[in-house]
């Protein structure tokens, strides 16, 4: 948490900046290829997940190392009180940092609709859909590429298991508890339909929530969009097989979840 006293002055250095830039000079050392699959930059905006693991409360435990019983651990634990710690540490932040509005995201949202709902009545919820196919190919090849940091050998077999597994416990459990959600606060977005028209979806999440959205705000969009292109890094060549895996089996086994969304398979 950044002491009041932490904050530049007009004009001088930000010492967040800093030390993010130099956390990331390490990262680009140590995984050069990674902004392929996931760019970070100094002012880049990321998940609440880091906060709810100092509650120890959160999947990113399991990103960082083969911990089957961290998971039955987690998953059979009420996470009610861990969101309300969450809460609590982002009107700590808000306090010292100012703003009036909280955008949160993180996949792990996803199996705690319940705890989500109840920690933020008063919440707007998007629940984002892609073909579950595609984001395991992207989140396997990911996780794979960033144990060399952790590993000395990179088990792509254990990786694949484990993973499909764990995303299929997940979409499960949303598709589940997906209808907890207010209906007149909630929206579900299709990443076809996101990629189609991305500033229409935007607008019917914005009038959804009842926040205008001004030309400022357009603007903004429209400069990131323009400055951060898919793909500017280069592109990653995606194989399932190097897990063990192939897409036909992936398909079936997500079926219910695409079915129950209607979610596009991708080519």
């Known amino acids: 948490m950044l002491a009041e006293r932490e904050r530049p002055l007009a004009g001088e250095p930000d010492p967040r900046l800093e030390r993010t830039a130099t956390a990331l000079g390490f990262l680009d050392i140590a995984l050069p290829e990674f902004k392929r699959m996931h760019e970070m930059t100094v002012d880049h905006v990321h998940e609440e997940i ?23 651990h987690y998953l ?50 998007v629940v984002t859909h892609r073909d579950p196919v595609s984001v395991t190919t992207s989140m ?9 940091v952790r590993h000395d050998t990179v088990d792509l077999d254990w990786i694949g298991t484990y993973w499909v597994d764990r995303l299929q416990r997940m979409l499960t459990a949303c598709a589940e508890s997906r ?13 076809d339909e996101f990629m189609e028209n991305d500033m229409a979806m935007v607008t019917r999440i914005y009038e959804m929530a009842g926040v205008p959205l001004t030309e400022e705000g357009e603007r ?25 895996l192939d897409r036909a089996q992936l398909k079936e086994y997500f079926r219910s979840y695409a079915e129950r969304f209607g979610v596009a398979e991708e080519a």
């Not at 209808?179 to 990443?191: G, Y």
């Not at 969009?225 to 995606?238: A, E, K, L, S």
Request: aromatic content about 12%.
């Open 50 to 72: 880091q906060l709810l693991a100092i509650d120890m409360s959160t999947m990113l435990f399991e990103t960082t190392a083969p911990i089957p019983t961290w998971r039955d």
């Open 76 to 125: 059979a634990r009420d996470q009610r009180p861990s969101y309300a710690y969450l809460k609590v540490i982002l009107q700590a932040l808000q306090w010292l940092r100012g703003g009036s509005r909280w955008v949160l995201k993180s996949p792990q949202h996803l199996e705690q609709f319940p705890a989500l709902l109840d920690t933020f009545p008063d919440g707007v919820f």
């Open 140 to 148: 396997l090849t990911m996780l794979a590429y960033s144990a060399r």
């Open 179 to 191: 209808d907890v959600l207010p209906a007149h606060r909630t929206i579900d977005v299709h990443f």
């Open 220 to 244: 903004a969009m429209s400069s990131f969009t323009r400055d951060h292109p898919r793909g500017r890094h280069g592109g990653v060549d995606y194989d399932l097989s190097q897990f063990g």
